[in-house]
Structures are given as C-alpha cells and as structure tokens.
Nanobody
Framework: VQLQASGGGLVQAGGSLRLSCAGS????????MGWYRQAPGKQRELVAS???????NYVDSVKGRFTISRDNAKNTLYLQMNSLKPEDTAVYYC????????WGQGTLVTVSS
C-alpha cells in the first residue's frame, strides 16, 4: 500500500489549500478514510474522515472550514481547507481509519499569521 499526500505549502491566514492523496494497493471507496495531521511537538490527530457510505466527520477545530471528499474513479482523497489559521500548521497525512495504518510521506502545510 502506498499513499501519497500532496498539495501542501505556505499560505497566509485566511487562505485556502486543497490537499490530495493518491493511493495504490488500497481502494478508498472500500475503506473509511481519514486525513490526519501532526503539528510540531504534538500528537498526530484525525481531523476529517469519510466513511464508505459517504458520512463525513470532523474534529471541532476544523468544522465549517475543511471538507473531505474522494474521487472513486481516481482513487484519490481530497481535503479542501478554507479560512486557514496558524494553528492548522502541520504535516498532513491520509490513511485508513480502521486497522493497520499506512503512513505515507505526508505534506506540510504552513499557515503564516
């Protein structure tokens, strides 16, 4: 299984980014998938998840600002991030929610104030 997140970068507070995660060896529409992030000095946290049935869940800190989605034909997971805040600065990863996790390289998001 290989999961490659991309789309991170440096953005000013209030800006937007769209992260993508391309996968091989794992069908996203057959797995509950999630976007996780790890900020410096903090534990990795699940910020958004998407079930096989299409139900989404978000951690309170990103509700109303982030949107998780997937393209089954491309086997790609997305995270649209709007109204970014400096506290969103972290390395973002995508992987399955349940069972063994497959951590790819992640993509760095830096939000400047």
């Amino acid at each position: 299984v290989q999961l490659q997140a991309s789309g991170g970068g440096l953005v000013q507070a209030g800006g937007s980014l769209r992260l993508s995660c391309a996968g091989s060896g794992m069908m996203f529409n057959f797995n509950d998938m999630g976007w996780y992030r790890q900020a410096p000095g903090k534990q990795r946290e699940l910020v958004a998840s998407l079930t096989t049935g299409g139900t989404t869940n978000y951690v309170d800190s990103v509700k109303g600002r982030f949107t998780i989605s997937r393209d089954n034909a491309k086997n790609t997971l997305y995270l649209q991030m709007n109204s970014l805040k400096p506290e969103d600065t972290a390395v973002y990863y995508c992987t399955n929610v349940w069972g063994r996790k497959y951590w790819g390289q992640g993509t760095l998001v830096t939000v400047s104030s």
